[in-house]
T-cell receptor
Framework: GAVVSQHPSWVICKSGTSVKIECRSLDFQATTMFWYRQFPKQSLMLMATSNEGSKATYEQGVEKDKFLINHASLTLSTLTVTSAHPEDSSFYIC????????????FGQGTRLTVV | GDSVTQMEGPVTLSEEAFLTINCTYTATGYPSLFWYVQYPGEGLQLLLKATKADDKGSNKGFEATYRKETTSFHLEKGSVQVSDSAVYFCALSDRGSQGNLIFGKGTKLSVKP
């Protein structure tokens, strides 16, 4: 099946700094990628839909200025957590749909972010 | 809004035991239903899916039936193995694709030899 690689797997950063997470589709071109967030013992919640070459679509309640998403190519989407705070500590996971029908999504392994 | 509720874990079973992980949903319209599995250190993988009522999804000995009357999609396996130890997520999509999924909280399964 298609492979999605997410990097880094885990990161620890200081409060106030920014962190970039990469999501790559390794063997297919993904026009659409998705970013999810998971708090401990909670569901994965969709944060935003990332479309290649256009602005991301954010879900209600997600701060677009805090969670910057860039989908500059068909194989790479990035999520930057700006001015991170401890409450941003979470598990972030991306997925990419396999075109043209987008009937199946492939997930990265996730990134554990800890802000200290 | 749409939601998915699955049984709380963790679930601990002995090898060859029968597995059931309950999942119910609320949705307007006719969603597609999915089970994903996440092995330690890996991303989520699609385990099985069903796109309409009474469909049965099956894979690797796991199966689940889309029950519209009870709004359920329970995951079952007749004989679990140690290698089945993972976190299982029930999910739905009401937009036709698997891109924007609504997930349950996940159920951690541990299978002991």
């Amino acid at each position: 099946g298609a492979v999605v690689s997410q990097h880094p797997s885990w990161v620890i950063c200081k409060s106030g700094t920014s962190v970039k997470i990469e999501c790559r589709s390794l063997d297919f071109q993904a026009t659409t990628m998705f970013w999810y967030r998971q708090f401990p013992k909670q569901s994965l919640m969709l944060m935003a839909t990332s479309n290649e070459g256009s602005k991301a679509t954010y879900e209600q309640g997600v701060e677009k200025d805090k969670f910057l998403i860039n989908h500059a190519s068909l194989t790479l989407s990035t999520l930057t957590v700006t001015s991170a705070h401890p409450e941003d500590s979470s598990f972030y996971i991306c997925s990419a749909s396999l075109p043209p029908l987008d009937t199946e999504a492939f997930f990265g392994q996730g990134t554990r972010l800890t802000v200290v | 809004g749409d939601s998915v509720t699955q049984m709380e874990g963790p679930v601990t079973l002995s090898e060859e035991a029968f597995l059931t992980i309950n999942c119910t949903y609320t949705a307007t319209g006719y969603p597609s239903l999915f089970w994903y599995v996440q092995y330690p250190g890996e991303g989520l993988q699609l385990l099985l899916k069903a796109t309409k009522a009474d469909d049965k999804g099956s894979n690797k000995g796991f199966e689940a039936t889309y029950r519209k009357e009870t709004t359920s999609f329970h995951l079952e396996k007749g004989s679990v193995q140690v290698s089945d130890s993972a976190v299982y997520f029930c999910a739905l999509s009401d937009r036709g694709s698997q891109g924007n999924l609504i997930f349950g909280k996940g159920t951690k399964l541990s299978v002991k030899p």
